[in-house]
T-cell receptor, first 115, second 114 residues
Framework: NAGVTQTPKFRVLKTGQSMTLLCAQD?????MYWYRQDPGMGLRLIHY???????AKGEVPDGYNVSRLKKQNFLLGLESAAPSQTSVYFC??????????????FGQGTRLTVV | GDSVTQMEGPVTLSEEAFLTINCTYT??????LFWYVQYPGEGLQLLLK?????DKGSNKGFEATYRKETTSFHLEKGSVQVSDSAVYFC?????????????FGGGTRVLVKP
C-alpha cells in the first residue's frame, strides 16, 4: 500500500530558482492538501483541492501555485524560491464521503532548504 | 475562524510516567477532533479521533474525550514508553469549512527517557 507519496524527499534550492513538488495518492481520494510545517507553528495550509481540475487557496498561499490535472496527483510549484520558503512540506489526502469520520492521510514530507 | 491551541513543549518524562497534553479549540461549526503523531523523520499519522461530543477516542493506550462544553480534547496516557517520544498534534476538521480541511495546533514534542 503506497498511500500518499511525495517526491522529492529533500531539496536544496538557491534563491530565485523554481521547483515542483509532486504528491501522488492511490486511494482514490477526492480531497488533497499541501501544508507547510515550521517550528512552533504546527502545519499551515497552503493550497487544497476538492477534486480533479479544482484548486483553492489556504492560509498561506503566497509564493506557491498548484495544479490538479489528474485525480491522483497534486503538484505544488515554487516559481521563485525565497529563504522564507525553507520548510518541511506535507501533502495529505482525504475521502469526500462521510466527511465527519474520515481521516487525512499524509505523505512522508519534503524537506526544502532555500539558500 | 477555526483555531487550535495546545500546550507548548518540550515535555520530558520518565518511562511509566503519566502524560497529558492539553488541547482547546474554537470552531464556527461542529467539528471532528483528531490527535496526530509524528515520529522522528516521518509524516503524520492518525493516533485517535472523536467525531461528536462526549465521544472518547483511544489507541495504543492513549485516550482523549471530546468536551464540547469546555471546547477541549486533552490527550492522556497512563504509562508512557520510550517509543512514545514524538511530536503530537491536535487538530480539528470543521465540516462547514470549504474543503473540509484540517486546522492544527502548534504541536507538542514529547521526550520519554528510560
Amino acid at each position: 500500500n503506497a498511500g500518499v507519496t511525495q517526491t522529492p524527499k529533500f531539496r536544496v534550492l538557491k534563491t530565485g530558482q523554481s521547483m515542483t513538488l509532486l504528491c501522488a495518492q492511490d486511494m482514490n481520494h477526492e480531497y488533497m492538501y499541501w501544508y507547510r510545517q515550521d517550528p512552533g507553528m504546527g502545519l499551515r495550509l497552503i493550497h487544497y483541492s476538492v477534486g480533479e481540475g479544482t484548486t483553492a487557496k489556504g492560509e498561506v498561499p503566497d509564493g506557491y501555485n498548484v495544479s490538479r490535472l489528474k485525480k491522483q496527483n497534486f503538484l505544488l510549484g515554487l516559481e521563485s524560491a525565497a529563504p522564507s520558503q525553507t520548510s518541511v512540506y506535507f501533502c495529505a489526502s482525504k475521502l469526500l464521503w462521510d466527511r465527519r469520520n474520515t481521516e487525512a492521510f499524509f505523505g512522508q514530507g519534503t524537506r526544502l532548504t532555500v539558500v | 475562524g477555526d483555531s487550535v491551541t495546545q500546550m507548548e513543549g518540550p515535555v520530558t518524562l520518565s518511562e511509566e510516567a503519566f502524560l497529558t497534553i492539553n488541547c482547546t479549540y474554537t470552531a464556527t461549526g461542529y467539528p471532528s477532533l483528531f490527535w496526530y503523531v509524528q515520529y522522528p523523520g516521518e509524516g503524520l499519522q492518525l493516533l485517535l479521533k472523536a467525531t461528536k461530543a462526549d465521544d472518547k477516542g483511544s489507541n495504543k493506550g492513549f485516550e482523549a474525550t471530546y468536551r464540547k462544553e469546555t471546547t477541549s480534547f486533552h490527550l492522556e496516557k497512563g504509562s508512557v514508553q520510550v517509543s512514545d517520544s514524538a511530536v503530537y498534534f491536535c487538530a480539528l476538521s470543521d465540516l462547514e469549512a470549504a474543503g473540509n480541511k484540517l486546522t492544527f495546533g502548534g504541536g507538542t514534542r514529547v521526550l520519554v527517557k528510560p
